[in-house]
Protein backbone atom coordinates (compact mmCIF):
# COMPACT_ATOMS: atom_id res chain seq x y z
CA UNK A 1 0.00 0.00 0.00
CA UNK A 2 1.32 3.48 -1.15
CA UNK A 3 1.23 6.70 0.68
CA UNK A 4 -1.33 7.58 -1.34
CA UNK A 5 -3.75 4.96 -0.80
CA UNK A 6 -3.09 5.84 2.76
CA UNK A 7 -4.06 9.28 2.37
CA UNK A 8 -7.38 8.72 -0.25
CA UNK A 9 -10.30 9.40 1.69
CA UNK A 10 -13.35 6.43 1.57
CA UNK A 11 -16.40 8.48 1.26
CA UNK A 12 -19.18 6.74 3.24
CA UNK A 13 -22.54 6.87 2.09
CA UNK A 14 -24.10 7.73 5.25
CA UNK A 15 -27.96 9.01 6.18
CA UNK A 16 -28.61 12.38 7.17
CA UNK A 17 -29.86 12.07 11.08
CA UNK A 18 -33.24 13.13 11.25
CA UNK A 19 -34.34 15.44 13.76
CA UNK A 20 -35.53 13.73 17.29
CA UNK A 21 -39.05 15.60 17.67
CA UNK A 22 -39.79 13.44 20.99
CA UNK A 23 -40.58 15.07 24.07
CA UNK A 24 -37.68 13.28 26.05
CA UNK A 25 -35.69 15.26 22.97
CA UNK A 26 -37.10 18.66 23.97
CA UNK A 27 -34.68 20.81 26.12
CA UNK A 28 -36.22 22.89 28.69
CA UNK A 29 -34.87 26.09 30.08
CA UNK A 30 -36.34 28.98 31.77
CA UNK A 31 -37.22 30.54 28.52
CA UNK A 32 -39.72 27.15 26.87
CA UNK A 33 -40.34 25.52 30.80
CA UNK A 34 -43.84 27.15 30.54
CA UNK A 35 -44.48 26.17 27.17
CA UNK A 36 -44.34 22.26 28.07
CA UNK A 37 -46.66 22.63 30.68
CA UNK A 38 -49.16 24.32 28.75
CA UNK A 39 -49.27 21.83 26.01
CA UNK A 40 -50.15 19.28 29.09
CA UNK A 41 -52.50 21.11 30.36
CA UNK A 42 -54.61 21.85 26.42
CA UNK A 43 -54.03 17.77 26.07
CA UNK A 44 -55.73 17.20 29.74
CA UNK A 45 -58.27 19.49 28.28
CA UNK A 46 -61.40 19.84 26.42
CA UNK A 47 -60.21 22.78 24.15
CA UNK A 48 -60.73 22.05 20.28
CA UNK A 49 -58.26 24.90 19.36
CA UNK A 50 -54.34 25.27 20.27
CA UNK A 51 -52.17 28.22 19.05
CA UNK A 52 -48.47 27.67 19.06
CA UNK A 53 -46.57 31.20 18.29
CA UNK A 54 -43.28 32.53 18.28
CA UNK A 55 -39.96 33.18 16.51
CA UNK A 56 -37.98 30.95 14.68
CA UNK A 57 -35.91 28.46 15.88
CA UNK A 58 -37.78 28.49 19.34
CA UNK A 59 -39.41 25.45 19.28
CA UNK A 60 -43.24 25.56 18.19
CA UNK A 61 -42.82 22.25 15.57
CA UNK A 62 -40.78 20.31 18.17
CA UNK A 63 -44.44 21.19 20.42
CA UNK A 64 -46.70 20.56 17.36
CA UNK A 65 -44.61 17.09 16.80
CA UNK A 66 -45.10 16.02 20.52
CA UNK A 67 -49.07 16.52 20.54
CA UNK A 68 -48.91 14.54 16.94
CA UNK A 69 -46.49 11.53 18.49
CA UNK A 70 -48.68 11.47 21.52
CA UNK A 71 -52.05 12.03 20.12
CA UNK A 72 -54.98 9.67 19.58
CA UNK A 73 -55.34 8.89 15.98
CA UNK A 74 -56.64 11.11 13.32
CA UNK A 75 -58.73 13.28 16.07
CA UNK A 76 -55.79 16.41 15.77
CA UNK A 77 -55.29 18.13 12.87
CA UNK A 78 -52.20 20.01 13.43
CA UNK A 79 -50.81 22.49 10.68
CA UNK A 80 -47.05 23.96 11.18
CA UNK A 81 -46.07 27.17 9.40
CA UNK A 82 -49.70 28.45 9.72
CA UNK A 83 -48.19 32.31 9.40
CA UNK A 84 -47.75 31.28 5.91
CA UNK A 85 -50.94 30.96 4.87
CA UNK A 86 -52.93 33.74 3.02
CA UNK A 87 -56.54 31.83 2.85
CA UNK A 88 -57.77 33.11 5.99
CA UNK A 89 -61.08 32.15 5.05
CA UNK A 90 -60.28 28.72 4.43
CA UNK A 91 -58.20 27.98 7.67
CA UNK A 92 -61.49 29.29 9.30
CA UNK A 93 -63.69 26.96 7.97
CA UNK A 94 -60.73 24.17 8.60
CA UNK A 95 -61.10 24.94 12.09
CA UNK A 96 -65.01 25.00 12.12
CA UNK A 97 -65.19 22.04 10.64
CA UNK A 98 -62.81 20.20 12.47
CA UNK A 99 -64.60 21.43 15.63
CA UNK A 100 -68.27 20.09 14.15
CA UNK A 101 -66.12 16.64 13.98
CA UNK A 102 -65.56 16.59 17.12
CA UNK A 103 -61.61 16.89 16.39
CA UNK A 104 -59.02 19.24 17.53
CA UNK A 105 -56.53 21.77 16.14
CA UNK A 106 -53.04 22.74 16.84
CA UNK A 107 -51.62 25.66 14.64
CA UNK A 108 -48.49 27.18 14.77
CA UNK A 109 -46.47 30.05 13.10
CA UNK A 110 -44.14 33.05 13.79
CA UNK A 111 -45.83 35.72 14.79
CA UNK A 112 -49.08 36.77 16.97
CA UNK A 113 -52.41 34.47 15.85
CA UNK A 114 -54.23 37.02 15.30
CA UNK A 115 -51.97 38.38 12.65
CA UNK A 116 -52.64 34.96 11.13
CA UNK A 117 -56.26 36.22 10.73
CA UNK A 118 -55.77 38.33 7.91
CA UNK A 119 -58.33 40.84 9.39
CA UNK A 120 -60.96 38.40 9.13
CA UNK A 121 -62.68 39.14 12.22
CA UNK A 122 -64.30 35.78 12.80
CA UNK A 123 -61.13 33.89 12.69
CA UNK A 124 -59.87 36.51 14.81
CA UNK A 125 -61.95 35.90 17.81
CA UNK A 126 -61.79 32.29 17.68
CA UNK A 127 -57.53 32.51 17.82
CA UNK A 128 -57.28 35.18 19.98
CA UNK A 129 -59.82 32.82 22.18
CA UNK A 130 -57.73 29.96 22.17
CA UNK A 131 -55.09 28.83 24.50
CA UNK A 132 -51.43 29.87 23.41
CA UNK A 133 -48.14 28.77 24.07
CA UNK A 134 -46.18 31.44 23.47
CA UNK A 135 -42.54 31.05 23.04
CA UNK A 136 -39.89 33.68 22.95
CA UNK A 137 -36.28 33.67 21.79
CA UNK A 138 -34.51 30.41 23.31
CA UNK A 139 -31.89 32.01 26.13
CA UNK A 140 -28.21 31.32 26.43
CA UNK A 141 -28.71 28.34 28.66
CA UNK A 142 -31.01 26.78 25.83
CA UNK A 143 -28.80 27.15 23.11
CA UNK A 144 -25.44 26.27 24.89
CA UNK A 145 -27.84 22.66 25.74
CA UNK A 146 -29.15 22.16 22.11
CA UNK A 147 -25.86 22.70 20.85
CA UNK A 148 -24.60 19.60 23.08
CA UNK A 149 -27.56 17.80 22.62
CA UNK A 150 -26.89 18.00 18.81
CA UNK A 151 -23.18 17.01 19.55
CA UNK A 152 -24.11 13.99 21.73
CA UNK A 153 -26.52 12.66 19.12
CA UNK A 154 -24.17 12.60 16.49
CA UNK A 155 -22.02 10.89 19.09
CA UNK A 156 -19.38 13.49 19.03
CA UNK A 157 -17.64 14.32 22.23
CA UNK A 158 -16.76 17.98 22.84
CA UNK A 159 -15.76 20.48 25.58
CA UNK A 160 -18.66 22.25 26.98
CA UNK A 161 -16.31 25.32 26.26
CA UNK A 162 -17.42 24.62 22.37
CA UNK A 163 -20.56 25.02 23.03
CA UNK A 164 -19.82 28.45 25.36
CA UNK A 165 -18.09 29.45 22.23
CA UNK A 166 -21.01 28.75 19.74
CA UNK A 167 -23.56 30.52 22.16
CA UNK A 168 -22.36 34.18 21.89
CA UNK A 169 -21.89 34.17 18.07
Known amino acids: MTAADLARQIVLDLPALAPRMTREAFVVSASNAAALATLDAWTASGEPLLTICGPAGSGKTHLLQILVRESAGDRLLAIDDIDRTDEPQELLALVE???????????????????????????????????????????????????????????????????????KR
Do not use: C, H, M
Open 97 to 167: QARSEGKRVALAGRGAPAAWSAGLKDLETRLNAAPRIALVEPDEALLRAVILKLFRDRQLKTAPSVADYAV
